[in-house]
Each structure stands twice: as C-alpha cells, then as structure tokens.
C-alpha cells in the first residue's frame, strides 16, 4: 500500500489535518483533545500574526484514502535574519507508527524548505520557538501542560530515522506548592527592600499594555538564548487577547525599578484541565462550560505552568542580582492564594546551567526532556 502526500490546501483538507490526533490519541487517556476552532486559527494566514514574517505549508500523508500522518514546513523570516542563516522548520507533526510514513512526511517538508532557500531544518516547531516546541522524549511525572508539546514515544524513533539528530533539549521541571525553603525567601526579601522597587501584579484591564512591557522585558533578556525569536508587536496584541480570557492576576508579576520595566513572571492555570471534557468542540455546549469555568473564574485549577520568569540584563547586578529570586517567590506565593497545587516550571534551555540550578535551588525537580532536532539540507 503506498503513501501519497499532498499539501493541504482546501478548507475540507485542513479540517482533516486539524482533527488527525483524534484517531491517533483515541486509546491515550492522558491525552487532551485541542479546541479545533483555536488550532484552525492558528493555521489561519489571515488570523496568525507569525505570518507577517513567515510562510508555510501543510502536508497531509494518506494511504488508501485514509490520513496517516501530518507535517508543516515553514518558513521564520525573523529567525533568519537574527541569526543570519537559513533556517527552515517543521511542525505539527503527527504519524501512525510506521516509518515509511514518516519518511515520506519528513522528505516532502525538506524538499519545500529547499526550494525556498533553506540549507537546514529545525524541529518540530508549532510555527515558533516562543509557541509549543520541541518532542516529548522523556515524560517522568505530570499531566500535559498548556502550550507544551505531548506525543505518543515512537514519535522519536520516527524522526531519528529520517536522519535527524539532537539539537538542543529543553527541560520542564516539575513543582510542588508548598513551603518556600529558607534561603530563597531571605533573598527575596532582602531584594524587595532595594529602593525605587515595585512589583506588580498584571492588570487585565490593561491587558496590552502590560503584555508590551513583557514582550520589552522578553525580548532583552532572551536576546542571546538559543533559538530566540523576537516577540513583534502584532504577537503582543493577539496574546493580549488570549491572556485577558485566561489570566490570573495572582500568578503574575511585573518588576520595575524607578518606573522602568526590570524583571517579570508569566504563569497560567493549566487550561487543559478545564477543556479536557469539551472533545475540542465548544458547540453546542463548550463554549458556555469554557466561559463558566474559566472566564468567570468558577473552576479550580490544580496546575499551573510557569511560562517566563526573567530579568533585564542590566538589573543583574548588586542586590538585584537576586530579583529572580524574588520572582520564583511571588509566583510561589500567588499559587498558594488561589489554591494551585503543583504544575510545571519551564521550558529552559538545558545548557542554562544558572537558571537550572535557580529553579533546583527553589524545589524544582526535572520531569520532562522536550528534543528539538536538526538535519542539514
């Protein structure tokens, strides 16, 4: 039986590539099924601000008339041009556990980048390294996380055996609430008596402002991290958006030292938890549950997920060197208010050996490997 694969242009055609993980995941109790609205937006050139910088292309692999597999390749004008090469990507990818499938996914997203001037690939990506990124290779405890990948095992072998090899990893780290150990806590405190200080908790009323003091915060002091893409103005006013319906206040901070943006942590509640009933549908019922349980804030989340925590180079130095610290604390203390027992620190990079050990000298334990892999064109 042979594998034919197509691009994915029809509406018809994207439904099916959206809804392919449904038959793929049927028996995976831990999996959580994607708002299909959400992930056909995001596929959507008029509605994803990535492809204001970016183009790409969708590749269905059918058998006998049936979807077998799924890939994107696409293209990161600001990756390139940051860092001046010529990087392509592959994303979405999802695969019956058959290796001439995946061969032949994998080889007709290379031939697209190819042509559009690649002489390298990177992934998977879900379009950027600020979204969903990376195989889960290594699973050691916690539930599937909001904006992190999740993926049967094989998905590894598959990959490997079309040539790819390790890239980089990016650990998750795992977080109990609990007590915050001593010496954290006396460096915060000490950190937060440093004058012209003040931290803040995001405001939701004011959603895109502060997300644009996130986006100065983020693109400082992830300016010299591997795979670092810019965030763009267009980016920060659809996550405005996005943050506004899920945020909670107590799991947010802004830093600023004599009125100007130094330091922030970003975490959200675990929106898997609230959706994993819905089947990705919200109508006729989902979308009210959604609004319900989320929006008027009636549902009790268990985990969150620790999405940024970082702090202008500048405001490194002397006590502020500390405000990390102090950072980790806040979020501490604000899963404590609103009953979070647990979640997900992360990713970071596993070469970062300063933030790694921070988030070990605060309790975190490793729990997940996510693999981005690399193969040259």
């Known amino acids: 039986m042979s594998v034919v694969v197509r691009q994915a242009e029809s509406k018809a055609d994207r439904k099916k590539f959206v809804l392919l993980p449904w038959k793929l995941y049927r028996n995976d109790p831990r999996w959580v099924p994607p708002l299909v609205m959400d992930r056909l937006e995001t596929l959507d050139e008029k509605k994803n601000p990535f492809f204001e910088h970016g183009r790409a292309a969708l590749f269905l692999a059918e058998r006998d008339g049936e979807v077998v597999g799924r890939i994107t390749a696409h293209s990161n ?10 990087t392509g ?29 690649h002489d390298r690939v990177l992934g998977p990506e879900n379009f950027s390294v600020n979204e969903e990124v990376g195989l889960l290779v290594e699973d050691k405890e916690g539930p599937p996380m909001i904006m992190c990948t999740y993926n049967p095992p094989y998905y590894a072998r598959l990959i490997e055996t079309g040539g790819y090899e390790k ?35 995001a405001d939701p009323k004011h959603m895109e402002r502060d997300v644009r003091i996130v986006r100065d915060i983020f693109n400082s002091a992830w300016s010299r991290n591997w795979g670092f893409v810019p965030w763009t103005e267009a980016e920060v006013k659809h996550s405005a958006k996005m943050m506004k319906m899920i945020i909670v206040p107590e799991l947010t901070a802004i830093a600023e030292v004599d009125g100007q943006p130094a ?7 675990n929106l898997l938890e609230a959706i994993k009933d819905l089947n990705g549908r919200l109508f006729p019922t989902g ?39 102090l950072l980790y604390v ?23 050996e300063k933030i790694n050990q921070g988030i070990q000298f605060m309790g975190g334990r490793l729990a997940k490997i996510y693999r981005v892999y690399g193969k040259d064109l």
Not at 77 to 86: C, P, Q, W
Not at 182 to 198: M, T, Y
Not at 263 to 269: C, I, K, R, V
Request: with cysteine; glycine share 12%; aromatic share 12%.
């Open 77 to 86: 004008t600001l990756h390139n041009e940051y860092h001046k090469d010529k």
């Open 89 to 117: 990507f592959f994303g979405f990818f999802e695969c019956v556990d058959d290796e001439t499938v995946a061969r032949a996914l994998l080889e007709r997203a290379e031939d697209w980048l190819r042509q559009q001037g």
């Open 167 to 201: 890239a980089k990893d990016l650990f998750g780290w795992a977080y109990q609430v609990g007590d915050v150990p001593d010496a954290p806590r006396q460096i915060a405190g000490a950190v937060e008596k440093h004058p012209g200080l003040v931290v803040r908790q």
């Open 263 to 269: 330091g922030m942590m970003l975490a959200f509640p």
């Open 287 to 325: 979308m009210l549950k959604l609004v319900w349980r989320v929006m008027l804030g009636r549902y009790k989340f268990q985990a969150a997920r620790l999405f940024l925590l970082g702090v202008k180079p500048e405001f490194r130095g002397s006590v502020l060197g500390g405000l990390s610290v």
């Open 330 to 352: 806040k979020a501490h203390e604000g899963a404590l208010k609103v009953g979070i027992k647990g979640g997900e620190l992360g990713w970071t990079l596993e070469d970062n």
